[in-house]
């Protein structure tokens, strides 16, 4: 008898991602996507730039687990992997610079299979493909990079591409709203890359452009590259002014959440502003305002027909998977107004939190049971950074272990992370250590995703940390406390943690440079509201180390977080 052999095969996402790439591709007349993606865009100009740049393709990342599984994919969408792949040089090194890697040990590769336009105009699907099995080091890259689609894009490709041309084109691009974005020479192919982000008001749910120009233009590049706003002098006002706008985007993403316009809107069919506000109660004039706001993010897209909801927007729907409406509502409600106290905060060292409500955070949403459920649905939003955490080495070993071994997650929440681990791995068992009425919604959760009767519950704070654990969890607590509290946390774990137990910790590290980062962000958040702060990894080690444990290794999770693995010393 033959042993069955194993197909690999994309992810369904990627797969969904890429059929409705190819479908896009196929539609589009070029005069009238140009029209879209630059609103203003018309006479005389429109069909200039629509007589020297033409559309070539969109283009998507992918992450198979391997290539044969890449292969499958694009046929699945009728696509072919013909003539083959080839190196990128601009997508890898942006990857890199974005996680802080060396670009060498990324081989991303680009290949274009053909389509053809509405008149039989050859086209491409651009895909970009890095190879991440499951379990991987590229696997939390992916995670994070499927949730932020950096580097889908709709590409324009120059005819006859001459000095003069290229500079008319990008003029033509930055005066309807265009922003200079990057770029790059691929000597693979002999081809220059000019990208751009989309104008406020574009109208496809593509927020970056391209152009490309065949052949080697780099000194126009250059000028391109220094267009970029972070290459703008610091006082630039109009930077200044962009940055200080930063909280009626907050308020914003919040009305939309309240007031449920993304179940209100549809995905595939734009509606009119007059209808959305008798769904929602509003008024049709002032609702038209906020949802130009909400196209400008990229939330929704506005076009000829009225309004439509961007996969972005998707996520502020509540029960969409992933949904990160219970943050927005956390964001633009208690602690959007105890930021409003962050020149306390930073003058005292006291929270302004605990300035504005008298008592801090976790006490306050405690005598708050909604309050308390918003707070717990605002940590889960962040959940798609454990993705690749049931894969990692530790947990997979336990899970292989012919003796049975138990997790312990101490201040687990409602169980997200475990929930996780055991449903990856059915030969473990879990604890949950919270506070009382945390643990009454853990237990709600866990047995509805059927993990229930594989976790016990206890009661209590981090002196009641069990000594039965094998794998020892503690995800997003010690960045809520100072150093102080934080080793006072450690010893307790240290003191009940057998000589053979892991202990995993997820947090932020902030980087150490100046490169951007969630865990900088988080940083001011934590001081303002809770007294923590995020750390750099050496600030983690030293707290390991004056408890009794030793940091063993880190390892990157989507948005800008880690597993740090410790061991008793």
């Known amino acids: ?53 033409r559309f070539g393709h969109a283009a998507l990342l992918l ?26 040089v601009v997508v890898r090194d942006r990857l890199a610079a974005r996680h802080g890697l060396d670009p060498a040990d990324l081989d991303v590769r680009i290949l274009r299979p053909a389509v053809h336009g509405p008149r039989g105009e050859r086209r491409a699907v651009e895909v970009f493909s890095l190879v991440a099995p499951p379990g991987a080091e590229p696997a939390a890259l992916a995670a994070h990079e499927r949730a932020h689609d950096h580097e889908a894009h709709l590409a324009f490709d120059v005819d006859r591409p001459d000095p003069l041309v290229l500079r008319g084109l990008r003029a033509s691009f930055g ?19 000019f990208y751009f982000t989309a104008p406020p008001g574009t109208g496809t749910g593509y ?45 914003a993403l919040a009305t939309c959440a309240q007031l449920r316009l993304p179940e209100a809107m549809s995905p595939h069919a734009p509606l009119g502003a007059g209808r959305l506000a008798r769904e ?32 972005a927007g998707l996520l502020l729907r509540e029960g969409a998977t992933g949904s990160m409406r219970p943050l927005a509502l956390m964001y ?51 959940s798609p950074m454990f993705d690749p955490l049931p894969a990692h080495p530790v947990l997979t070993a336990a899970a292989a272990s012919p003796a049975p071994r138990t997790v312990v997650d101490v201040a687990g929440g409602t169980g997200e992370l475990l929930g996780r681990v055991l449903a990856a791995h059915p030969s473990l068992r879990g604890v949950l250590l919270e506070r009382p009425h945390v643990v009454a919604a853990a237990r709600e959760r866990l047995a509805a995703t059927g993990v ?29 406390w100072d150093d102080t509290r934080c080793r006072e946390i450690l010893r307790h774990l240290a003191g009940a943690m057998p000589s053979r137990a892991d202990l995993l910790v997820v947090e932020r590290l902030l980087p150490t440079d100046a490169t951007p980062s969630l865990a900088t962000a988080w940083d001011l958040h934590m001081l303002c509201n809770t007294g923590g702060r995020e750390r750099r990894v050496d600030a983690y080690a030293r707290l390991f180390e004056t408890s009794g444990l030793v940091l063993v290794g880190h390892r990157p999770l989507p948005f800008d977080a880690h597993v740090l693995h410790v061991r008793k010393r």
């Open 1 to 53: 008898m033959s042993t069955p052999t194993t197909v690999s095969l994309l992810a369904p996402d990627d797969v969904r991602r890429l059929r409705a790439t190819a479908d896009f591709v196929r539609e589009q007349e070029t005069p009238v996507l140009l029209s879209r993606v630059l609103p203003g865009l018309d006479g005389p100009e429109l069909r200039a730039v629509a007589d020297r740049c």
């Open 63 to 88: 992450f198979p687990a391997d290539h044969a599984a890449l292969r499958a994919g694009l046929a699945a969408c009728g696509l072919s992997d013909r003539p083959g792949s080839r190196p990128s």
């Open 175 to 193: 005066r309807h709203g265009a922003v200079a974005d990057g770029g790059g020479y691929n000597p693979h192919e002999d081809g220059t890359v």
């Open 207 to 251: 927020r970056r452009l391209e152009l490309y120009a065949g052949g080697d233009h780099r000194d126009l590049l250059d000028e391109h590259l220094a267009a970029r706003p972070s290459a703008a002098a610091p006082g630039s006002a109009e930077t200044l002014l962009r940055l200080l706008t930063g909280a009626w985007t907050t308020q």
């Open 280 to 311: 929602v109660g509003a008024q049709t004039e002032e609702l038209t305002t906020l949802l130009r706001y909400l196209a400008m993010l990229g939330v929704v897209s506005e076009e000829p027909e009225g309004f439509r909801l961007t996969t």
């Open 332 to 382: 633009g409600g208690p602690f959007y107004q105890s930021f409003a106290h962050l020149t306390h905060a930073v003058r005292t060292g006291e929270p302004g939190f605990d300035h504005l409500y008298g008592q801090n955070h976790f006490d306050h949403f405690a005598r708050d049971p909604e309050l308390a459920a918003a707070f717990d649905g605002s940590m889960a939003a962040s």
């Open 452 to 480: 229930g009767e594989r976790c016990s519950y206890l009661v209590g704070d981090f002196a009641d940390v069990p000594s039965t654990g094998d794998v020892y969890l503690l995800s997003r607590v010690l960045h809520d």
